[in-house]
């Protein structure tokens, strides 16, 4: 974290959840922040079930954590796509399957894309901090 509470993106997605958990655990919002920055940053999209189970078997309703992975999965997979939720539905943790809907319903309520680039990842990045950033001057 001396490069100014960021952690390399290239860290494996499994360490970056553990580093945010951890940080839970101890109260350390610097270690969440830092974990969040990363994930923020990488752009390959992850959702493996037994990660998510993990995450949310670790989190209380609420977390930034699971809000973070809901809003990623609601924002940038195609849920008309029958593999994710026809052959492996049992698979995801229910609390996650109701984060989803009320996403989804934020979606439709307040429709705000998020444009996968490098000003979406400055605009939406305070939304999922402990401690806020400050936000860069236009």
């Known amino acids: 974290m001396a ?6 993106r290239d860290v494996h997605w499994s360490a970056l959840i553990g580093i945010w958990l951890f940080g839970d655990d101890y109260s350390i919002p610097e270690f969440q ?22 995450i949310y078997q670790n989190t209380e309703p609420g977390s930034l954590l699971r809000k973070f992975f809901c809003d990623k999965f609601a924002l940038t997979i195609d849920l008309g796509d029958k593999v994710w939720f026809g052959k ?9 399957l109701i984060d989803i809907i009320q996403q989804l319903h934020c979606q439709l309520s307040d429709f705000d894309p998020w444009l996968y680039d490098d000003n ?16 860069p001057k236009s």
């Open 3 to 8: 490069n100014g509470g960021y952690v390399s």
């Open 120 to 135: 979406y990842v400055a605009h939406h990045r305070n939304r999922y901090l402990l401690k806020k950033a400050k936000t």
């Open 33 to 54: 922040d830092a974990a969040m920055n990363a994930m923020l940053d990488k752009r390959d999209i992850f959702f493996r079930t037994d990660k998510l189970k993990y």
């Open 88 to 96: 492996h539905r049992s698979e995801y943790p229910s609390d996650f």
